[in-house]
């Protein structure tokens, strides 16, 4: 009898130790993504209403219902923690790649969340960020198009957009000579170079004219966006074999002597990053040829005599 009551003492012991060990694992740990350099906010996925941090200044918000997980250090084993991941509107949502457990985790096709089921601890991490993947700028296609210019709302844009003698390219700082397409990065400047053919570079300066004339119309080449207006920064010369030199205005940047003997062949333009946050499309204005150019110059002139006599008789 003593040896059956030892026993049966030994299994409830035994059984005991058991139900501690499965009460101690019945809630897991989900720990959120630290990363380097990024700042991380969490929100309530229903209301956004924060929770730690600022949602409206962070890099990436983790959204999940506090409610329901009131404690992230003890969600209930065997249940589904849901959440979401927003990022910043200057990062691009498609290059973002999510690990949990190192292992990667895809969004539900159906509610647009992750979806984890807490059988163990979790750590959530964002991997290869030092290499782009995670948290790249968005690019944006910035390009030249010899068509009508409706984009920017100017109804007159088909007619005063120059469609022949002109060249656009990307411009490298400190690169002249590249040509390579280069897209816009957000909130990050963007150059780009207006090079004109012979026979049109008339227009390249266009008609000098004082402070105080009245007649406000620019006269000669002009670059602007779909978006916005465009600096001019720089000019280009061309010296043999058709080797392209800067000169830029603001900077020793590309700076050439006065007396080189180079031709100056075009101009340099600057968008301001606080506009590169969408694709556009350049037009360029007031190229003409040269035999029209002179003829166009001409009647500037008159029609700013003109409007000289008038505010004078007035």
């Given at each position: 009898m003593k040896k059956f009551l030892a026993i049966f003492l030994s299994v409830i012991m035994l059984l005991s130790s058991f139900a501690l060990m499965a009460s101690a694992a019945s809630t897991y740990s989900v720990t959120?993504?630290?990363?380097?350099?990024r700042v991380l906010a969490t929100a309530d996925i229903n209301t956004d209403n924060p929770i730690t941090g600022d949602p409206a200044t962070a890099d990436y918000v983790i959204y999940y219902d506090s409610t329901v997980y009131t404690d992230l250090s003890a969600i209930e084993a065997n249940t589904t923690f849901e959440f979401a991941i927003s990022l910043a509107e200057k990062y691009d949502p498609e290059t973002f790649v999510l690990f949990a457990n190192n292992q990667?985790?895809?969004?539900?096709?159906?509610?647009?969340?992750?979806?984890?089921?807490?059988?163990?601890?979790?750590v959530l991490t964002v991997p290869n960020v030092d290499i782009d993947q995670n948290f790249r700028l968005k690019r944006f296609t910035i390009v030249y198009k010899k068509t009508s210019f409706q984009q920017g709302g100017n109804p007159l844009g088909e007619i005063f957009q120059s469609k022949e003698g002109v060249k656009v390219f990307t411009y490298h700082l400190g690169d002249p000579q590249n040509a390579q397409t280069l897209q816009g990065v957000w909130g990050e400047d963007y150059y780009f170079k207006v090079i004109l053919d012979e026979g049109y570079r008339d227009s390249l300066f266009g008609v000098e004219t004082p402070p105080e004339d009245t007649l406000k119309i620019p006269m000669g080449l002009k670059a602007q966006t779909s978006v916005c207006e465009c600096e001019e920064v720089g000019?280009?010369?061309?010296?043999?074999?058709?080797?392209?030199?800067?000169?830029?205005?603001?900077?020793?940047?590309?700076?050439?002597e006065e007396d080189s003997g180079l031709i100056p062949v075009g101009l340099?333009?600057?968008?301001?990053?606080?506009?590169?946050?969408?694709?556009?499309?350049?037009?360029?204005?007031?190229?003409?040829?040269?035999?029209?150019f002179k003829i166009v110059s001409i009647l500037y002139r008159l029609l700013r005599l003109i409007l000289s006599i008038i505010n004078n008789n007035t």
């Open positions: 959120l993504p630290d990363v380097e350099g990667p985790v895809d969004v539900n096709e159906l509610s647009g969340n992750y979806a984890i089921f807490m059988d163990k601890n979790i000019i280009l010369y061309m010296g043999e074999r058709k080797t392209l030199y800067a000169d830029m205005h603001d900077s020793t940047l590309d700076d050439i340099i333009f600057k968008i301001d990053g606080e506009n590169v946050k969408q694709n556009m499309d350049i037009l360029v204005s007031g190229v003409y040829s040269d035999a029209i």
